[in-house]
């Protein structure tokens, strides 16, 4: 058997991957993006989604961004979007020292299409309301 350079490994590794299948990787990347928090600390460090303009956070200004997330909650999120090279994280030797996270090239790729998933998500959230509201009321 011939001797693969790791370029090749990885160019046979896109070839294979296939989220139907059960142990694919891809499978635990759909899992942690179609995460509410995700997608939402996307959104607010992407800003509207269609510009290329760098934009950093605090924790504190994610924190207050996102209505209802708790400490850990948030912690745990940001972390594994610097896991997954989503976002990067910037620490800052001030008194007290400054914490800033901004999303990455690959961020902002993945952020755009997030956006536009929020945006439908906000604009046919009336029109699911009524069909939850009708499925509901069927008899059982």
Sequence with gaps: ??????????????VEYDAFLAGCPSRQLLDRISDKWVALVLAALGGDGRTRTRRTMRYSELSRRLAG?????????LRSLERDGLLTRTVTPTVPVTVTYELTDLGRSLQRLMHDVKQWAEGHMDEVLVHREEYDSRPA
């Design 69 to 77: 997330v708790s400490q850990k909650m948030l912690t745990q999120t």
């Design 1 to 14: 058997m011939p001797t693969m350079t790791a370029a090749q490994r990885r160019e046979q590794a896109k």
